[in-house]
Structure formats: C-alpha cells, structure tokens
C-alpha cells in the first residue's frame, strides 16, 4: 500500500473515532440531569419600561407536587441580596421529591435605577390589592394610583395564580430577620431561623395575628389573606451578607421545599 493511501485511512478514521466521542458527549449531555438551571421557564408579566418577569422551576423539581416553593429575590430595586440565593439555587438541581420555582427579579426596572421603587415611583410591595390605602406620591412607599395599578405587581399576582405554591419566601434587607406573617403561625418562620441562624420575630410590637399590624398592600398579606393554603413569609438579609451565608439560606430554601411536615 502507497504511504499516502495509509495516512489518508489513517486520519479518516482518526475522524469517524472524534465524531462518534462529539456524538456520545452530545446524546450524553441531553440525557442526564444538569447541574443546574430552570427546567421550565414561564414569562408571568412585563415591567413599566418591557423588561419580562419570569418564574423557573428548578431543574431536577417535580412537577405539580401540590407543595412547591416559590423563592423570590427581590420586589425592592435597591435590595439586591436575594438575588445572590437565587443565583446559588440555580447552580444545583433539585431533589426530585422538591419542586422550587424562583423569580430572581421582580422589579427590574428599580434594579437598574437603584430605587426601591418601580419606574412609575410606585413601591410595589404597598401597591397590591389587600388593604390598600393611597398615600403621598412623593414617599418612598408610594402605594400607586390605586390598588394593582402597577405592571409589576399583577406578574406577581400572576405567578402565584398559576404556580399555587404552598410556602412562599420573599427576599428584603436590610433587617437581619425572619417575619412572622401575622396571618400565620410562626412555623416556618421558625423553621427557617433553626436553620439559618437568622432570629424569627413579629413585626415589633405586632404579634403574630395581631389587628395591629398597620402594612397595607403587601404581597404578603395579600397572598396570606387571599390564598389559605399558601403561606407567604419575608425573610429580611442584613445590609451586607457574607457569601457563605448566601450559600446557607440556599440551602435553608432545599430544606424548606423537601420539608412538607412544616406546613402551617
Ligand atoms: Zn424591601
């Protein structure tokens, strides 16, 4: 055989063995479970300025487990943290007992303006349809023109309606702690503190059911007073937050989602 016919043959079936291991990585790579990610991504409304809201179900979560938990970063544009946990729960897969949803950013235009308001200057944590209450256009709790008035506001309402979440955790700072909402028992409240070192306590001098609690148009009191089998609580990092402990409430968020003995 000539030397340049064994070369030929040679590099051709250098060839065919690289394609096949390319090929192999390829079926290999949509065949098992990613590390992590959204497994299913939904678009649940738009901001005042476009940007979309989207919920993901983490990759690895069942589906309709009747007892998902929904983790949202921010409603504040000026309280980033909770992104930081949502970035951490996106980089693992969930155990396939759990079903997590998160919305890494639910004000994304106070994200980029750095206000925790939105783009109209409407804090939409006083803006949604529950014991809504108008107030000075020019205070940072702006509650809106009237009650849900605000794009961002109905996304959240939307998610909600169409993931029905048991348990809901929503990120704020800058108070280092865990709410207990007043419509509810403390227990996950509680739970959440054994785990994250983070204290449980009722908005001060409030407690837990109390008439007194004087927030109007939350999300939290609109989901617990809308929704009886879902329980909404707010979980309040500090002004700073190391990373390691980013890393512990993500892990706290695991726990919550794979614990159904701690509904309310
Ligand atoms: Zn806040």
Same mark, same amino acid.
């Given at each position: 055989m000539k030397l340049w016919l064994i070369v030929i043959e040679g590099a051709l079936a250098a060839l065919a063995i690289f394609a096949g291991i390319?090929?192999?990585q390829i079926w290999q790579d949509s065949n098992s479970p990613k590390a992590g990610g959204?497994? @299913?991504?939904?678009?649940?409304?738009?901001s005042v300025n476009g940007v979309e809201i989207t919920a993901c179900r983490l990759i690895g979560s069942a589906i309709d487990s009747k007892n998902a938990l929904l983790v949202?970063? %921010?409603?504040h544009g000026d309280e980033p943290?909770?992104?930081?946990?949502?970035?951490?729960?996106? %980089?693992?897969?969930?155990?396939? @007992?759990?079903?997590?949803?998160?919305i890494r950013d639910g004000n994304p235009d106070g994200?980029?303006?750095v206000t925790r308001r939105n783009a109209n200057r409407v804090d939409i944590n006083r803006n949604f349809p529950i014991k809504w209450e108008a107030s000075d256009p020019t205070a940072r709790t702006y509650s809106g023109?009237?009650?849900?008035?605000?794009?961002?506001?109905?996304?959240?309402?939307?998610?909600v309606q169409k993931i029905q979440p048991t348990r809901i955790v929503v990120f704020h700072q800058p108070y280092a702690q865990i709410d207990c909402p007043p419509e509810r028992p403390a227990t996950i409240s509680d739970r959440l503190s054994q785990i994250t070192g983070?204290?449980? @306590?009722?908005?001060?001098? @409030?407690?837990?059911?109390?008439? %007194?609690? %004087?927030?109007?148009?939350?999300?939290?009191?609109w989901v617990n007073s809308t929704f009886p089998d879902t329980t909404a609580v707010t979980f309040e990092l500090g002004l700073t937050t190391l990373d390691a402990k980013i890393q512990t409430i993500a892990k706290a968020m695991r726990t919550l989602a794979a614990e159904t003995a701690y509904l309310p």
């Open positions: 390319w090929a192999f959204c497994q @299913e991504t939904i678009v649940v409304g738009k949202i970063g %921010t409603i943290d909770g992104k930081r946990v949502i970035d951490k729960l996106l %980089t693992q897969a969930v155990s396939k @007992e759990s079903e997590i949803w998160v994200a980029v303006l023109p009237s009650p849900a008035s605000e794009p961002e506001t109905l996304a959240l309402m939307q998610a983070y204290k449980s @306590e009722c908005i001060p001098g @409030e407690k837990s059911g109390s008439p %007194t609690n %004087t927030y109007t148009g939350t999300f939290t009191i």
